[in-house]
């Protein structure tokens, strides 16, 4: 099982502001990725990284950016959030080579008033 | 791309009752993953399956891989009311490319027991 976490657990901010969603892992996983949820919905991928200083869209357009300066690091920003935003925001790492099972942290709860 | 009919969308069962839900596709895949999530928390990985014919336990729960690749199963043996949650089911098909290593995902079973 991965040690992966999440912060904030739930963030309520207005529109216009900018946030960032914090990810660490600490199992020396290389790969890490983020995807939207919407409640009881699918999962929708939005990014993802093989590693240091490398960042990749997914499948799902999305504003927000991403970066990879560590390896257990791999931070979400919006740099204006608005409604259309709310989501829930899952983190997943898997271990370098040929790991293939994710991980996911707990979620961030994000809801824009 | 891939993708993944997962079956059925929700289910309402009795305590004690067992579970079927199956995920199929057009195409093949190498790999299976079944995973769990609660209300508001991150799916939890509860099965990998690697081979065709492959059939793994995990408690009261029992996976298959199809023997065709096209296709895998999940059983939950005597249900209970912590099983309740959203089951997803995600492959891995032979020439993966793009993102997330192309792990392909379902739109998830709803599980919901009455005591």
């Known amino acids: 099982e991965a040690d992966i976490y999440q912060t904030p657990r739930y963030l309520v901010i207005g529109t216009g502001k900018k946030i960032t969603l914090e990810c660490s892992q600490t199992?020396?996983?290389?790969?890490m990725y983020w995807y939207q949820q919407d409640p009881g919905m699918e999962l929708h991928l939005i990014h993802y990284?093989?590693?240091?200083?490398?960042?990749e869209k997914g499948d799902l357009s999305s504003e927000s950016t991403v970066s990879r300066i560590r390896t257990e690091h791999f931070p979400l920003t919006l740099e204006s959030a608005r409604p259309s935003h709310t989501s829930q925001y899952l983190c997943?790492?898997?271990?370098?080579?040929?790991?293939?099972?994710?991980?996911f942290g707990p979620g961030t709860r994000l809801t824009v008033t | 791309g891939q993708q993944l009919n997962q079956s059925p969308q929700s289910m309402f069962i009795q305590e004690g009752e067992d579970v079927s839900m199956n995920c199929t596709s057009s195409?093949?895949?190498?790999?299976w993953l079944w995973y769990k999530q609660d209300p508001g928390e991150g799916p939890v990985l509860l099965i990998a399956?690697?081979?065709?014919?492959e059939l793994t336990s995990n408690g009261r729960l029992t996976a298959q891989f199809g023997i065709t690749r096209k296709d895998s199963f999940l059983n939950i043996s005597a249900s209970i009311p912590s099983d309740v949650g959203i089951y997803f089911c995600?492959?891995?098909?032979?020439?993966?490319?793009?993102?997330?290593?192309?792990?392909?995902f379902g739109k998830g079973t709803h599980l919901i027991i009455q005591p």
């Open positions: 997943a790492s898997t271990a370098r080579g040929t790991g293939i099972e994710q991980y």
């Open positions: 199992m020396g996983h290389d790969k």
């Open positions: 990284s093989y590693g240091v200083n490398s960042t």
């Open positions: 195409s093949i895949f190498n790999t």
């Open positions: 399956l690697y081979k065709a014919g």
């Open positions: 995600a492959g891995l098909p032979p020439y993966s490319g793009g993102g997330a290593d192309g792990l392909t």
